[in-house]
């Protein structure tokens, strides 16, 4: 597994939304929107869509997608920031994860995913295209962009219970993370998910990411991550 293909996922967990390009209809014209974005354990992205936007029609039409992560905000010049546009085909999915997972990033979304035009849809990444500042760019190719060892079916069984015992019984520990491993500000942040390379954090309208120094595929190395995290954490108080 590459840098490049680690510094893309990364990118690609770390946003709650990224501009969606699809082919319009009959001129297959460019078409440019703006979509709430969740990733699933392997970083392939989830989408929520109306059947009544335009980019939805798109999609039945061609499946072919592109997605712009733009990791460049706060940055004097845009130009060096990093960003991945990945490339792939939306799929329609009914999987019970895939709309767990999106629905805990994206809470106000409850009120209308089951509304009879809206559908849960799944990337099916084929590659991606990082630029990570001037000269530094790559094509990184499906089977490196999505993390090999994320199991939905095992992790999917454990994940929610493992993120409610944390905001449940240690919501003190998510502050110190969003306090001191991220430099955030305020408190109510809430853990809305975990993979096996980190785990994602929510207040109000702001979103972060915190990678695990070691890969987490299970509850017991999960719960090694989340106490290594808490005593880096801790360090940072001293």
Same mark, same amino acid.
């Given at each position: 597994?590459?840098?490049?293909?680690?510094?893309?996922?990364?990118?690609?967990?770390?946003?709650?939304?990224?501009?969606?390009?699809?082919?319009?209809?009959?001129?297959?014209?460019?078409? %440019?929107?703006?979509?709430?974005?969740?990733?699933?354990?392997?970083?392939?992205?989830?989408?929520?869509?109306? +059947?009544?936007?335009?980019?939805?029609?798109?999609?039945?039409?061609?499946?072919?997608?592109?997605?712009?992560?733009?990791?460049?905000?706060?940055?004097?010049?845009?130009?060096? +920031?990093?960003?991945?546009?990945?490339?792939?085909?939306?799929?329609?999915?009914?999987?019970?994860?895939? $709309?767990?997972?999106?629905?805990? $990033?994206?809470?106000?979304?409850?009120?209308?995913?089951?509304?009879?035009?809206?559908?849960?849809?799944?990337?099916?990444?084929?590659? +991606?295209h990082?630029?990570?500042?001037?000269?530094?760019? %790559?094509?990184?190719?499906?089977?490196?962009l999505?993390?090999?060892?994320?199991?939905?079916?095992?992790?999917s069984?454990w994940?929610?219970?493992?993120?409610?015992?944390?905001?449940?019984?240690?919501?003190?520990?998510?502050?110190?993370?969003?306090?001191?491993?991220?430099?955030?500000? +305020?408190?109510?942040? /809430?853990?809305?998910?975990?993979?096996p390379?980190?785990?994602?954090?929510?207040?109000?309208?702001? /979103?972060? $990411?915190?990678?695990?120094?070691?890969?987490?595929?299970?509850?017991?190395?999960?719960?090694?991550?989340? /106490? %290594?995290?808490?005593?880096?954490?801790?360090?940072?108080?001293?």
């Amino acid at each position: 597994m590459t840098d490049s293909a680690t510094k893309a996922r990364n990118l690609m967990r770390a946003h709650d939304w990224a501009s969606l390009a699809t082919n319009m209809t009959g001129d297959n014209h460019p078409y %440019a929107s703006l979509v709430l974005v969740a990733a699933d354990y392997d970083a392939s992205p989830i989408l929520l869509i109306s +059947g009544l936007a335009e980019h939805a029609r798109n999609i039945a039409a061609d499946d072919r997608i592109s997605l712009l992560f733009d990791g460049t905000r706060g940055l004097p010049s845009a130009l060096t +920031g990093a960003r991945v546009s990945v490339q792939g085909r939306a799929q329609r999915s009914d999987a019970a994860h895939i $709309r767990l997972r999106f629905l805990a $990033r994206h809470e106000d979304a409850a009120e209308y995913a089951d509304f009879g035009d809206f559908n849960f849809y799944r990337i099916a990444v084929e590659r +991606g295209h990082l630029v990570a500042g001037f000269g530094q760019i %790559a094509w990184i190719g499906r089977d490196e962009l999505l993390h090999p060892a994320a199991k939905p079916d095992a992790m999917s069984a454990w994940e929610a219970d493992a993120v409610k015992h944390m905001n449940e019984d240690h919501c003190d520990a998510i502050q110190r993370y969003a306090l001191y491993l991220s430099g955030a500000e +305020g408190d109510g942040w /809430v853990m809305t998910g975990c993979d096996p390379e980190g785990c994602d954090l929510r207040q109000a309208g702001e /979103v972060l $990411r915190l990678d695990f120094a070691e890969a987490a595929n299970d509850p017991d190395s999960l719960r090694r991550q989340f /106490v %290594a995290l808490a005593r880096s954490a801790e360090a940072k108080t001293i």
